[in-house]
């Protein structure tokens, strides 16, 4: 199948996708803001330049959209129809190198936390994701008088750490 659009106009798209700033980052920066963390943003010193550069509690966030980084079983992601082979290529070598920047950022002893931007596209799931997402960031889930809540009868502080490319 053609693209319905010029190679010109095609290109002129897809250099307006914003790469940083976007609508889940901010959701994402202004939640953790009125929670009273303090955080830089897409620092380049960092391997994969995170979104979010939590120092204080050694901890940097990626907000992922999931088209761009392959996100599996996801209604969002779906492979376009023309240049097949190109996408295919394209974001296998950006799971790659999220792979590879989540690991060195490991090793460099720094958490790394990965949210998907379909985890915080409805209300619904946003609230939880993001209460998740701050309870992880400060610990709150190893604290043993923290008293989670309960999400599908299991406990928030019960699920595993998630790897990156699960859903």
Same mark, same amino acid.
């Given at each position: 199948?053609? *693209?319905? %659009?010029?190679q010109?106009?095609?290109?002129r /798209?897809?250099?307006?996708?914003k790469? @940083?700033?976007?609508?889940?980052e901010?959701?994402?920066?202004?939640?953790?803001?009125?929670?009273?963390?303090?955080y830089?943003?897409?620092n380049?010193k960092?391997?994969?330049?995170?979104?979010?550069?939590?120092?204080?509690?050694?901890?940097?966030?990626?907000v992922?959209?999931?088209?761009w980084?392959?996100h599996? *079983?996801? %209604?969002?992601?779906?492979?376009?129809?023309? /240049?097949?082979?190109?996408?295919?290529? @394209?974001?296998a070598?950006?799971?790659?190198r999220?792979?590879a920047n989540n690991?060195?950022?490991?090793?460099a002893g720094?958490?790394?936390i990965?949210?998907?931007?379909?985890?915080i596209?409805?209300?619904a799931?946003?609230?939880?994701?993001?209460k998740r997402?701050?309870?992880?960031?400060?610990?709150?889930?190893?604290?043993?008088?923290?008293?989670?809540?309960r999400?599908?009868?299991?406990?928030?502080?019960?699920?595993p750490?998630?790897?990156?490319?699960?859903?």
């Amino acid at each position: 199948m053609t *693209d319905i %659009k010029s190679q010109e106009e095609r290109s002129r /798209n897809m250099a307006a996708i914003k790469g @940083k700033d976007t609508k889940p980052e901010m959701i994402v920066r202004k939640y953790l803001f009125s929670k009273g963390l303090r955080y830089r943003v897409n620092n380049r010193k960092f391997p994969g330049s995170p979104d979010i550069v939590l120092k204080k509690y050694k901890t940097v966030v990626f907000v992922d959209g999931c088209f761009w980084h392959g996100h599996e *079983d996801c %209604k969002y992601f779906r492979l376009p129809k023309s /240049n097949v082979n190109f996408w295919r290529h @394209k974001i296998a070598m950006n799971y790659a190198r999220d792979y590879a920047n989540n690991i060195e950022l490991e090793l460099a002893g720094w958490r790394v936390i990965r949210i998907w931007e379909c985890e915080i596209k409805t209300k619904a799931k946003r609230e939880e994701t993001l209460k998740r997402l701050y309870n992880r960031i400060t610990g709150l889930q190893n604290n043993p008088i923290y008293q989670p809540d309960r999400i599908d009868g299991e406990s928030i502080a019960a699920e595993p750490e998630a790897t990156y490319g699960e859903k």
